[in-house]
């Protein structure tokens, strides 16, 4: 289960890389109902977050030879409209002017209407990409989309026509979501750096290398800090000065932080590990809060206002613990 569970009055929504889609009562974990990708082809994974808009939720899939971009009514589990896409969506859409923008995995670029899934506009500018790697998640400011493809190029869109208004070469091919910091646009490549761009030219004007390895997942913007995985000999939790770049702390385990977005709620960020390990930091200092054994690889997080963490695990196993209301949103 890669994506975060996602809390919904009474119910916890996630998606399982098995091909289901599943509410449960998130206080017992009880299914309370449950949608089947294989009713629209071969069993499709979840990888992209989901979009919650009042009394729906869409979320992506990715399969081969189709995925499916999907809205449920998240009370009933009725499913309201899908937009078909070859090998579907495994990068985070957006909602942005009352639009949901979707990028596929062969680089389709298209604006939905979260109403009735009509397709709004429709763009290919990269050409048809080869499906792997995944294309990364993209992000917005203002009225540009900003995408990068799974080789080493970046565009910037029109939000209400997806017209290209500018296109650039990277050094190295994208590794890591797209995140708006300030006027530039922050992404790791897998060169080992972390870029800052330009978002109204492209130029890249700041590029950091990270000695602990390549940069990978989600990363996090809670300002002040940025938070960012790496991957090396170790895995290492970042704590970079979001515009400078420099490292405030940095925590590591012994193989891989193993949860790609990492669950920053109040004054704490939370990771978990390959070693099975779910383990919380202080957001400012990095100082261990606490550490503890899940028996399951964890990999998606959500968190209800109630102070309930919800895990998903590489098992398909789903954990709910209660922590400190100190530390929730």
Not at 23 to 33: C, E, N, V
Not at 245 to 265: C, F, M, S
Not at 269 to 276: D, L, P, T
Request: glycine share 10%; net charge neutral.
């Amino acid at each position: 289960m890669f994506v975060s569970p996602t809390v919904v009055g009474n119910a916890v929504i996630l998606g399982s890389c098995a091909g289901s889609l599943y509410a449960l009562d998130r206080k017992t974990g009880t299914p309370i109902w449950r949608y089947d990708t294989k009713a629209d082809g071969s069993a499709a994974q979840f990888h992209g977050e989901p979009l919650l808009l009042g009394e729906r939720i869409i979320i992506p899939t990715d399969s081969d030879p189709k995925g499916h971009l999907y809205s449920f009514d998240t009370a009933t589990g009725d499913l309201l409209w899908k937009v078909a896409l070859n090998h579907g969506v495994a990068a985070t859409p957006l909602l942005i002017d009352g639009r949901v923008v979707a990028v596929s995995e062969e680089g389709e670029v298209l604006a939905v209407d979260p109403k009735d899934g009509a397709i709004v506009w429709r763009e290919v500018p990269a050409g048809a990409l080869k499906p792997l790697p995944y294309v990364p998640s993209p992000a917005y400011a203002g009225k540009r989309i900003f995408i990068a493809d799974n080789a080493k190029r970046l565009f910037s869109l029109d939000t209400a026509t997806g017209a290209t208004a500018w296109r650039k070469m990277l050094p190295a091919r994208p590794n890591t979501a797209l995140l708006i910091v300030g006027r530039t646009l922050v992404l790791g490549t897998e060169d080992g750096y972390l870029n800052w761009i330009a978002i109204d030219s492209g130029e890249v004007k700041k590029r950091i290398r990270l000695e602990e390895g390549h940069p990978y997942g989600t990363p996090i913007l809670a300002s002040p800090l940025l938070f960012v995985l790496a991957a090396g000999a170790k895995g290492t939790l970042l704590a970079l000065d979001a515009e400078s770049g420099a490292i405030r702390w940095k925590q590591e385990t012994p193989r891989e932080w193993t949860t790609y977005r990492p669950l920053v709620t109040g004054s704490t960020v939370i990771v978990g590990s390959e070693e099975k390990n779910l383990c919380a930091f202080d957001r400012v200092s990095g100082k261990a809060q606490w550490c503890r054994s899940v028996g399951q690889i964890p990999r998606g997080l959500g968190i209800s206002s109630d102070g309930i963490l919800y895990v998903g695990s590489l098992s398909g196993v789903v954990q709910a613990y209660r922590i400190s209301t100190a530390d929730t949103p």
